[in-house]
């Protein structure tokens, strides 16, 4: 008989109360509903069901039956008559499918699916439901096939049929291909594979419907590393044998998610690779998720995890800065010096600092050339001046005075506040390449004006929370009470919870007492990575945050780069769009 594919969701989606039950609900106090179906074979279409067997258990006590005849609407197959020894004449007086399935659906309510081979039969009653406008409740779905095939070895059966299996564990109802018959032997069995289950430490539900899955051995064997978490916010540490961390992640569930590591619905192969060099996993519980996130990045920054892709050199960013002397060029840099006045970032690479230095060329005539200029001696001109690219202060040809008017100028104003002239230039710039039809061009252009835009946008929302010697905020908890979150100069110093029902403010005066201290610094991100300043904006421009308490003001310029983010996120887009149909 033809199979449909049919695909569990993984358990991590799964809500207690929602059509289901808790998966961490012990094997012994869990519903089970087995059943069992006769059809006329074939693919699932929404008919075929001839017969419904289902038994209701719980602890090994059976709690009800539901078995029925269902005439299918269409003629039976000779070969489906011999083996199941239904006739059409015994079909004729029988409800129809759409008949049954409401006492069906509500007899599988509260209670994990158990069938044998569970994608045919459960492809045949979603698809009977669909045909007949009837919403699949979606349980729990245990195969007791593919469990026999983790718990059983070929030694001891030489296959997972069902009447393999009956034999096995000496059924008290042997399989006849009768639904209900079918039905209680799968009931034996499941009780027999449950019994099994201890000796690999499945206990609840959810390790069991997992256990089934295609873990891998290594998930299996360390799946003990996951027990004994907290069910809290923070961050959690997969550790070597020599203590050395190898993986850092964060969660509002710590148990949870760690648990999940260990399901068939983890398929990365570098977290394979992990799992088998991990030998404990330890876990620093927080007060919300704010902390938690800034906790995790600042373990990957210290320690580096060979595991983590992202966030494990926060110190390696590049600035964009004028240089000293006569007549300043752009120069990328790994970090600027308390005298330096003009400057624009933190960049994460080379080429976002150098996309960002080529629209500020485009727009203003800044020299790009590496030679240290003198205001006494006249150096060869390259061949930028002879193209009208720039000024040629090499050679004298413009005064100091008037390039920083021209170049160096606009520069400093669109950092530090206004981006307007170097906005008008690049979006000139980009009008007429496109009339000219050199569109190519006129898209690169387009890439530096984003690039600009970005990083003037990013740099002056920083320094707008960085410039805050403390800021207090909070936000409702959910089940009752206020997160609170304590920044200093752009760094979270200090967080708690207050409790429910009770004022917030004995909780600040404590996280402020116990907060860490953070004296302010150059630049736009002084005390903390740009990570993570971001990450406590993100948290404080929630519609739901509070402000409790401020230093001094919190604002940006009037005239700033943050009016441009429409012009920013339209020129992302076109990007975007380009890229994705200039994709083979």
Known sequence: MAQTEYVQEPLAGFVPGAGGIDPALPLYATTFVVVDLETTGGSPDGGGITEIGAVKVRGGEELGVLATLVNPGVPIPPFITVLTGITEAMLVPAPPIEQVLPSFLEFVTDAVLVAHNAPYDVGFLKAACAKHGYRWPNPRVLDTAALARRVLTRDEVPNRKLGTLAA???????????????????????????????????????DAIEFARAVTPTQRRKRHLAEGLPRAPGVYIFRAADDRPLYVGTSGDIATRVRSYFTASEKRARISEMLAAAE?????????????EVRELRLIGAHAPPYNRRSKFPERVLWLKLTDGPYPRLSVVRAIA????AYLGPFSSRRAAELAAAGFHDAVPLRQCTHRLSLRTVTPACALAE??????????RISPEEYDDRAVAPFRTATATDPQPVVDALLARIDALSDARRYEEAAVARSRLAAVLRATVRMQRLTALTGIAELVAARPAAHGGWELALVRHGRLAGAGVSPPGVHPRPTIT??????????????PVPRASAEETERVLSWLERPETRLVEMSSGWASPVAGAGRFRDLLSKAEKAASQQSSTERP
């Open 338 to 341: 308390p005298g330096d006045a």
């Open 387 to 396: 193209l009208g690219r720039c000024p040629a202060p090499c050679e004298h």
């Open 510 to 523: 404590a996280i402020r007492a116990t907060a860490e201290t953070v004296l302010p610094g150059h630049g």
């Open 280 to 292: 404990r996993v330890e876990a620093v519980e927080c007060a919300h998720s704010l902390e938690a």
């Open 168 to 206: 096995y564990f000496r059924t008290a109802t042997q399989p006849t291909h009768r639904a209900l018959d079918d039905a209680r032997a799968t009931v034996d069995v499941l009780h027999g594979l449950i019994a099994r289950l201890g000796g690999h430490r499945v206990d609840t539900v959810g």
